[in-house]
């Protein structure tokens, strides 16, 4: 059997990685019809289906599924021995494109960035905030900075840090509803929490009598933090947030704590980019910058 070329091989790979002939195409800077010929070619080659195709989606069949695999693992290596030869010399240029949290870019990246963009004046930073969790592998970006725990996936993710958050809530809001004296008085407060986190929310409170954990619930669910900040300004509940949030609102007295005797979880802040052993030089010196600057 001839063995097919690694263009071929490598678009392959690329549309299942993208999930789509379009969307491959776009990456391998060639046309749909193209990607779909070298597939179709492959697969006449092997004498087998890789790929289910419906108007909508394309998926894998068993055998597509081995194949990738082992060849995902062999592509890895063969771009691994080319970066042993260009790794020393390569240079963070191009374009750095980098999925954030909105409330944490606004607040937390963008006051780094032009010092770092002055440490690398050859490297251009493109900086999309979504607090949907982004899929980089479809999007194109070089690396995702995310808040909290991980789920599994085949991303490299380093921790850069953890940031700290603080339970709290607008004086007039305590004055109207009483302030909770256990973790457990909780369920008896408008709590105010993440959307993402489902209706309700588990908050972990950690005391001098052990770990409480207390289900809240309240008027308002948002998948942003600073909407959540202003709900707690204006009275409307207890929030637990991120300290780059409501530091300042804190020192000012315009929100309180609650429950100051009790800590909470430190949210863990990872930067996570596609599965390879050597990353680019662009991605590499921004994570070590953040871990300098946050870790």
């Known amino acids: ?3 097919p070329d690694i ?8 549309v299942v990685e993208a999930g789509s002939f379009s969307r491959a195409a776009e990456k391998l800077e060639t046309t749909p019809g193209a990607v ?19 108007t909508r989606k ?37 374009t750095l494109r980098i999925a954030a949290p909105l409330s944490f870019g606004i607040r937390a990246l963008a006051p780094l960035l032009p010092d770092f963009a002055a440490r690398f004046p050859e490297l251009r930073i493109a900086l999309d ?30 921790r850069i840090g953890e940031l700290s958050r603080t339970l709290c809530a607008a004086p007039a809001y305590l004055e109207r509803c009483g302030e909770p004296v256990l973790p457990n008085d909780l369920v008896n407060h408008a709590c105010l929490h993440y959307s993402n986190l489902g209706i309700k929310e588990e908050w972990t409170l950690i005391g001098e009598n052990g770990i409480a954990v207390v289900e809240v619930d309240g008027p308002l669910c948002a998948n942003n933090g600073d909407v959540l900040r202003e709900a707690a300004l204006r009275g409307m509940g207890i929030v637990s947030l991120p300290d780059f949030i409501v530091a300042e609102d804190l020192a000012a007295g315009l929100l309180r704590p609650v429950l100051p005797g009790y800590k909470t979880r430190l949210l863990p802040l990872s930067a996570l980019w596609p599965s390879r052993r050597f990353v680019p030089a662009k991605v590499r010196v921004f994570v070590d910058y953040l871990t300098q600057t946050l870790g």
């Open 1 to 3: 059997m001839q063995r």
């Open 7 to 14: 263009r071929t091989l490598e678009t392959f790979v690329a």
């Open 36 to 54: 779909s010929r070298r597939v179709s070619a492959l697969e006449r080659r092997l004498g087998l289906r890789l790929l289910n195709r419906t």
């Open 58 to 94: 394309i998926s894998l069949t068993e055998a597509g599924n081995q194949y990738y695999a082992d060849l995902n693992g062999i592509l890895q290596a063969l771009s691994e021995a080319e970066n042993r030869i260009s790794h020393h010399a390569e240079e963070p240029t191009g």
């Open 129 to 158: 905030l979504d607090d949907r969790v982004v899929d980089i592998l479809a999007t194109g970006a070089d690396l995702a900075l995310r808040i909290g725990p991980l789920s599994a996936s085949s991303l490299v993710a380093r």
